[in-house]
């Protein structure tokens, strides 16, 4: 097959596929960013596959990157575009299942598809716009089917995250997967406790992010693949509820929210410890944890200004959206109303701050001044104080006259 309008991106990459044939080498354009194409989608980055070694690559151009050399991968800098080119490879065996103990180059196009995961993902496109499919991937593409490369249960048993990766681009995609690719990925399921929980959490996250995230939850749920993912063991029947309470045609619009709704269904009391084990950053955790208490406050209560100052006006939003996919009564309107009230949205935009008490109105750094200064801030977001400095430091004396008198 022959793509004849090849998207601007693949274009204006031409000129360095040209470079790297004329040295004497292949190079062609590989994963996702082909599949896409094919799909009609958009493509975000180009990969490129060359027969050239790493060395032999940087010899091509004036600007390079050494990035990922042990993998066989260099960005080249040219045209104010950065791209990446990693040289044909095969992976040995796979140490603990987690990552390949060691990276062969070759020099064999056909080699190099054959270690990809799945066969929409293992095509290559040369500068004439050629498809090169070795593994009947146009056939899946258009029967919009997910399958393997090879030997399905070889493949999983050599990268469990594979699996993980299958049910994202179920969810990505729209594609059933295939009935022997998911049985394998059934029986394979129990290697997933041996993958690293960085990369598990980056393909559960893609799945909950996608825009088919329900078809890749069912065949997250009926794979099993739960059980031996942190904190998910047995919880078939509430993953079952996120499908069942949430509208059908709703997505997670961010991934803080869609954390947030998963911590919920599973009633998960301790949202920072169920998120430390899938080792997610301490700013990820804060924003989860805020749009479920968020969410649990207002079951029972409306909103107030201090909920929007203390949590922030996107947050709330994440977590009223989180209500409207339940079908429970919404009031963004009340969310913008109080949002506009504010007349600060941080403490940074106090013009008071603890250098000017101590210079004006000698105060000595310590709690005491703390105690004031969140005094002041929670007078000022209250409208009971104006964000005036002559204003605030008649509040200070009066505070420090209180605490004075005990
Ligand atoms: P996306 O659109 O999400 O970027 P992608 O298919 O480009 O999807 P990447 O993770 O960017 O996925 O990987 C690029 C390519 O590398 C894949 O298309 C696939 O051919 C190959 N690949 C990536 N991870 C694996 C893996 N664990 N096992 C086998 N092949 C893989
Ligand atoms: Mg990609």
Redesign the pocket.
């Known amino acids: 097959m022959r793509l004849n309008n090849l998207p601007s991106e693949f274009q204006k990459a031409l000129p360095i596929l040209k470079k790297i044939r004329e040295a004497g080498y292949e190079a062609y354009f590989?994963?996702?960013?082909v599949?896409?194409v094919l799909l009609g989608h958009p493509i975000?980055?180009v990969?490129i596959a060359t027969s050239s070694y790493p060395e032999e690559t940087k010899q091509i151009f004036n600007r390079t990157i050494d990035i990922g050399i042990e993998h066989g991968t260099v960005l080249v800098l040219e045209n104010n575009e950065e791209y990446e080119i990693t040289t044909f490879r095969t992976e040995d065996v796979y140490v603990d299942y987690r990552r390949p103990s060691q990276v062969n180059f070759v020099r064999s196009l056909e080699e190099d598809l054959k270690?990809?995961?799945?066969t929409v993902?293992?095509f290559a496109l040369n500068e004439e716009g050629e498809i090169v499919d070795l593994f009947h991937g146009l056939e899946d593409l258009d029967n919009h089917l997910l399958r393997a490369v090879g030997v399905a249960g070889e493949r999983f048993n050599e990268?469990a995250?594979?699996i993980m990766?299958g049910l994202r681009f179920a969810a990505?995609l729209d594609f059933e997967i295939e009935e022997a690719t998911f049985e394998a990925m059934k029986a394979h399921a129990p290697l997933l406790e041996k993958i690293s929980v960085e990369r598990s959490f980056i393909e559960f996250d893609?799945l909950l992010m996608a825009p088919f995230w329900r078809k890749g939850m069912e065949a997250f749920i009926a794979s099993q693949a739960y059980n031996y993912l942190p904190c998910l063991t047995d919880s078939q029947e509430k993953l079952q509820s996120l499908l069942d309470d949430f509208a059908a045609d709703f997505c997670f619009t961010s991934s803080e929210q869609a954390w947030a709704a998963l911590i919920l269904t599973l009633e998960e009391s301790n949202v920072k410890s169920f998120l430390k084990k899938w080792k997610t950053s301490t700013h990820f955790q804060k924003d989860v944890e805020h749009i479920v208490t968020i969410f649990k406050n207002r079951l029972t209560a409306e909103l107030n200004k201090e909920q929007v100052y203390q949590f922030g006006k996107n947050l709330i939003y994440r977590a009223e959206e989180l209500r409207q996919a339940m079908g429970m009564s919404v009031d963004f309107e009340r969310i913008d109303v109080l949002d506009k009230s504010l007349t600060i949205h941080d403490k940074h935009e106090i013009v008071v701050n603890g250098g000017m008490l101590i210079k004006e109105l000698g105060l000595k750094p310590g709690p005491q001044m703390g105690q004031v200064l969140s005094q002041v801030e929670r007078a000022i977001v209250y409208g009971d104080l104006a964000n005036e400095k002559e204003a605030i430091f008649d509040f200070v004396k009066d505070c420090l006259e209180d605490i004075e008198k005990g």
């Open positions: 590989v994963g996702g960013s599949r896409d975000h980055d990969d270690r990809r995961d799945f993902n293992a990268d995250l594979r990766r990505s893609k």
